[in-house]
């Protein structure tokens, strides 16, 4: 299996501008995350599904944040106006969805967004 | 505020010595701990974990401590090697299957 795949790795965009990440999961996975790294909080999460559903999009930052499953193999993050302070390192990760301790979440590369 | 917390933000170890990451957390209402590693330009990878009844788990050269009382946890890699270096994340898992991690650890094994 390829893993969990990102697009596009790296996004420089312009303050105002939308912003969009896509995510593919590993087959069979059930569960898909969204993450967002900064320095100063380290991995948040932002919004997790499953079975396309969104189950706690408690983490998005603000309404200017959207994460949308259409189907098991693909989810998308938008930005809506993008800021320069959602400039992170995004990740993806899929999980079986056991909701266990021992339900292993496998991370994409990440999208490194950078906005002037 | 945070839940889960890593107070050093970089560790540096000579190769062969023993690497302690440390963690501590306020929630007692975890199932699991697990330790992600995370190497530049990559995501993270899933590394040990342990669950909250045990205080101690091992795994070849890693091994995790868990400390209720004090709400803290540990992990040990001995011996250190320069492979090992990277960023390392501890993350507590809710009943909901929900991570929360800390904000990470940057370990430097010198050769």
């Known amino acids: 299996d390829a893993g969990v795949i990102q697009s596009p790795r790296h996004e420089v965009t312009e303050m105002g501008q939308e912003v969009t990440l896509r995510c593919k999961p590993i087959?069979?996975?059930?569960?898909l995350f969204w993450y967002r790294q900064t320095m100063m909080r380290g991995l948040e999460l932002l919004i997790y599904?499953?079975?396309?559903?969104?189950?706690?999009d408690s983490g998005m930052p603000e309404d200017r944040f959207s994460a949308k499953m259409p189907n098991a193999s693909f989810s998308t993050l938008k930005i809506q106006p993008s800021e320069p302070r959602d400039s992170a390192v995004y990740f993806c990760?899929?999980?079986?969805?056991?909701?266990?301790?021992?339900?292993?979440?496998?991370f994409g590369p990440g999208t490194r967004l950078t906005v002037l | 505020d945070q839940q889960v917390k890593q107070n050093s933000p970089s560790l540096s170890v000579q190769e062969g010595r023993i690497s302690i990451l440390n963690c501590d957390y306020t929630?007692?209402?975890?199932?699991?701990f697990l330790w992600y590693k995370k190497y530049p330009a990559e995501g993270p990878t899933f590394l040990i974990s342990?669950?909250?009844?045990?205080d101690k788990n091992e795994d070849g050269r890693f091994t995790v401590f868990l400390n209720k009382s004090a709400k803290h946890l540990s992990l040990h890699i001995v011996p250190s090697q320069p492979g090992d270096s990277a960023v390392y994340f501890c993350?507590?898992?809710?009943?909901?299957?929900?991570?929360?991690f800390g904000q990470g650890t940057t370990l430097q094994v010198k050769p």
């Open positions: 990760a899929s999980s079986l969805g056991g909701f266990s301790g021992t339900d292993t979440q496998y």
């Open positions: 342990i669950s909250s009844i045990k």
């Open positions: 993350a507590e898992t809710l009943l909901t299957g929900k991570l929360i």
């Open positions: 929630n007692s209402m975890f199932d699991y």
């Open positions: 599904f499953n079975n396309n559903v969104p189950i706690d």
């Open positions: 087959s069979g996975h059930n569960s």
